[in-house]
């Protein structure tokens, strides 16, 4: 047996043992999180937009998306969702009279349930509210034989490759040459290299956002685009943790809010052909 699969084996073996201590017992527990977001692919184009005024925009986008958030769990629920501040909301910023502002969705409450394989989420976008509810999505991790310490845990390295879709929102319009106007919006697939810190010590099978799947607290984890870091834990604590289930805004699948997504990325496209002069260019999603 090689010493990957002994570890492997051994923290299955620790985390069955431990589940068995605790399943008696209303385990559950707190975690706080920490964003940040690599902005090194994003880019803005848009006409008199310069490269020092593309700089400024990107070290304030960049401030706005450090945020943090609270996951909630037991040995089979959690809930995930941002923490209230006077910076919630949509990331903005301006230069030179120019403001960006990007909200196309975010926000409420992520459900995961690992014994109902189930996932919901209150998500909004561009101003409207949806209950997604589908399926937990399934990871295949690949363990390796990397640890570090993470506080007071030990943590082991896990990755995965994920499909992920990349939206490129063109928007142009030139009055004086009817055949050059045009407002498209193009979906391209990149890879995703993400990479997960978990910890056996905590044998909950959830993480931030949307994923879980590991044997234990995902406590650090990478998509490319933004990092999650575990900044506080705290179980069991004095006053009971009543995780509640979403419940508001349009009911969707996964499928359903993507088709929702193109629908009015296409409409936005067409708003501002018909608008006038100028021209500008944003990519969301992907490996940024």
């Known amino acids: 047996m090689t010493a990957l699969k002994k ?10 043992v431990t589940i068995g201590t605790i399943h008696a017992q209303n385990f559950q527990g707190i975690a706080t ?26 070290e304030q986008m960049k401030k706005q998306f450090q945020r943090e958030y609270e996951l909630q769990f037991n040995l089979t629920e959690s809930s995930w969702k941002e923490e209230e501040s006077l910076d919630s909301g949509p990331a903005t910023a301006s230069s030179g009279g120019m403001r960006i502002s990007f909200s196309t969705a975010g926000g409420g409450t992520t459900y995961k349930n690992t014994s ?19 399926e937990l999505q399934a990871y295949e991790w690949q363990m390796t034989d990397e640890t570090k310490t993470i506080g ?5 390295k896990a990755v995965y490759k994920d ?22 919006s193009t979906v391209v697939m990149d890879t995703i290299s993400v990479s997960a810190w978990y910890t056996p010590e905590i044998p ?10 590991l044997p234990g607290l995902i406590l650090e984890l990478s998509d490319g685009s933004t990092t999650y870091l575990c900044t506080k834990v705290v179980l069991n604590p004095e006053e009971e943790i009543k995780i509640k289930r979403p419940s508001k805004g349009k009911k969707v699948t996964r499928e359903e809010l993507r088709v929702e997504m193109d ?14 002069k100028g021209g500008a260019t944003f990519r969301i999603g992907g490996d940024q």
């Open 7 to 16: 570890r492997i084996s051994l923290i299955v073996g620790l985390l069955l």
């Open 152 to 156: 007071n845990y030990t943590a082991y």
């Open 33 to 58: 999180y920490q964003s940040s977001r690599n902005m090194k692919n994003m880019q803005i184009k848009a006409e008199g937009v310069t490269e020092a005024m593309q700089k400024q925009l990107m």
């Open 263 to 276: 629908s009015k990325m296409e409409e936005m496209s067409k708003k501002f052909k018909q608008g006038g």
């Open 163 to 184: 499909i992920r879709e990349s939206r490129s929102i063109s928007f142009t319009s030139d009055s004086d040459d009817k055949d050059k106007d045009s407002g498209e």
């Open 204 to 213: 909950v099978s959830q993480g931030p956002e949307d994923y879980w799947g």
């Open 116 to 134: 109902e394989n189930l996932y919901i989420q209150e998500t909004t976008v561009f101003s409207k509210p949806f209950l997604v509810k589908d």
